[in-house]
Every structure is written in C-alpha cells, then in structure tokens.
C-alpha cells in the first residue's frame, strides 16, 4: 500500500511524503496517521515534487507536514517559502529519513510521537538560514563533493548524522584537495566589528539548527538570529576518517576549528567552485551569501525541545585558531 494521491482541492492539512526516505518502509504507518489526523496525502515521484506540493498547497493550508529526512523538510519549507506563506503556515516534521538530526533537535522522537506533537505540542517560531536564495533549515556544508553524498551509506549517516558527509567525502577523494576560502562574517548585533578568514579549509560548515560538535545530534540556538560558523583548516585529513576521531577534530580545543557565530556571511572560493549541502540539498557556486531571517518559521515542537540550548550561556565558539 503506497501514500495515494489526493484530489487536487484546497486542504487545510496537507502532508507530503517522500516515499524513498530511509529504509522506506514508512509509507503505510504515515499514510494510516496521516488519514487519522485530517491530512491530506501527496506523494512525490520525482525530483521537485516535494517543493511543488508544498507551494501549490501552502496558500490555503494552515499546516503542511514533511514525511521524510532533512531534505524533504528542506524542499517543503522552500516551497512554502516560495508561495510566500511562511507567516501563514505552520510546517510539522514526520521523521522518516536516516539520521533525523532536525527532528530530534525539535524534539520529535519517531512517526506516532511526530502527530502526538502536531496536535499537542507547542508552536515555535524559528530561524531559517538562506544561501544565494535558497532557504536551509538545518545546516549548511561546503566541500561536500557530489560523489560522496550520493555513496554515504544509510549506517554511516545513521551514526553520524551530516559528518558522515566530510567522512566519505575524504574517503572516496582519497587526498582531499583544500579549499581556497575567503570566508567575512558579518557584524554581530552587540557591535562586534566584522572578521575575514582566509586561507585553506579542507570543510566550512554552517549551523542554524545544527550544532557541529562530533557529535551525531547537537542543536544550536534556532532562535538567536545567528549562524554559527565551523572551518575545518587544512589538516591531515586522517583525523577525519574514524568517527571517534571526527569528534575528537570538531571538539571545542581542537587547533584546527576556527568557529564564528554571526547573522550572515559571505564564502568565495580563490579557485574553482565548491560544493555546499543545504540539508542534504547540492547547490554548486564559487561565491555563497548565507544569511538568517530571525523567527521566520512556525514548527511544532516536542517537549525535548530546547529554545535556549545553552541555558543562556552561549556555548564557546571562540577557539586559539581565532586568535
């Protein structure tokens, strides 16, 4: 039994399910909760259906739920972003992917648990990030190469999360050529003067959502207004093939971590263009403008989830790379 397609009229629950997320084995329990909780069903069958659905449907639906992974999410939040209806439409999270890092970061634990949420939990408002105008919602990764995304496997990004990402992406390069980055962050609204980093990066990583700690689930502050910033300099790249050993490299002492945190940015590369994952979405180009819109997206949360992270002490980007 497969997720049907609706009839095309205007609904004010709709739900959009990848049916290949994951092990794909989803598509029964999401179509059976979907049915108990007024949602009506679309599926995608190809690329840029997801977006598709959720624009068309967004100007009349009050709640739009993504059945799938970060990218699914992604595209439905960029559809919604795209019919201009992010201040009239929540948008909820049904975790069918892999690694579900953005759905635990919210607090939503599994299929069931995500429309316990939908119907009782609460409402938050929320950052998105958007890089050369597309909209991220979790993080954003540079260097990834197109190759070593498609060939991460499930188990890999099931322990990882995205590091499973610069894991493979050294692995399959064999040696890893670095980056040649201009990366200036932008003033801070406490009056920080701006900061230019240049020189040779092996990954540059940016978390809305997503906190890169080397651990598998890590949440940032989502409602500061800020992007926190990673740059993996150019060190050996053995340090990154073991996972104890990424976590070990994305740990606060590492000598290898520049980190910022700041409201926008822009990346150019020296040489040749580079790649960059927007939630698992490719996007190719030598130069990246990545800025955040504070509060700009309405989610349902879960009860694990945390506005403040930190407890109003601001987790330590600043590192001795910095200095």
Request: hydrophobic share 40%; net charge negative; with cysteine.
């Amino acid at each position: 039994m497969g997720c049907s397609m609706s009839p095309p009229e205007a609904s004010d629950r709709v739900l959009v399910c990848n049916p290949v997320s994951g092990s794909g084995d989803h598509v029964d329990d999401v179509t059976a909760l979907a049915a108990d909780h007024g949602f009506e069903v679309r599926t995608t069958e190809q690329g840029g259906d997801a977006k598709r659905f959720a624009r068309e449907a967004a100007p009349e639906a009050d709640l739009i739920a993504a059945a799938g992974g970060d990218g699914t999410l992604n595209a439905v939040v960029n559809g919604v972003a795209g019919a201009d209806a992010l201040e009239t439409t929540t948008v909820a999270v049904v975790p069918a992917g892999t690694g579900n890092n953005f759905a635990t970061n919210i607090g939503v634990q599994g299929l069931e648990h995500a429309f316990t949420v939908i119907e009782d939990g609460r409402r938050r408002e929320i950052d998105i990030g958007t890089a050369n105008g597309r909209v991220f919602v979790n993080s954003c990764v540079g260097g990834i190469t197109a190759e070593a995304s498609s060939e991460t496997t499930t188990e890999s990004k099931a322990e990882l999360g995205v590091l499973a990402y610069v894991k493979n992406t050294v692995e399959t390069l064999g040696e890893f050529d670095s980056l040649p980055l201009r990366v200036e962050t932008a003033p801070r609204p406490n009056g920080e003067r701006a900061r230019a980093w240049e020189g040779e990066a092996l990954f540059v990583l940016i978390g809305n959502c997503r906190r890169f700690t080397g651990a598998r689930t890590a949440q940032a502050h989502v409602e500061d207004g800020l992007l926190e910033v990673t740059i993996v300099e150019d060190a050996a790249t053995a340090n990154l093939v073991g996972g104890a050993a990424l976590e070990g490299l994305f740990g606060q002492e590492s000598t290898h971590i520049v980190r910022r945190r700041t409201p926008s940015l822009a990346i150019e590369s020296r040489e040749e263009s580079v790649a960059y994952s927007l939630d698992g979405e490719m996007l190719e180009t030598e130069t990246l403008h990545l800025e955040t819109t504070p509060n700009a997206l309405e989610i349902a949360v879960g009860e694990d989830y945390r506005a403040d992270p930190d407890d109003g002490e601001l987790w330590p980007l600043e590192t001795p790379a910095d200095q």
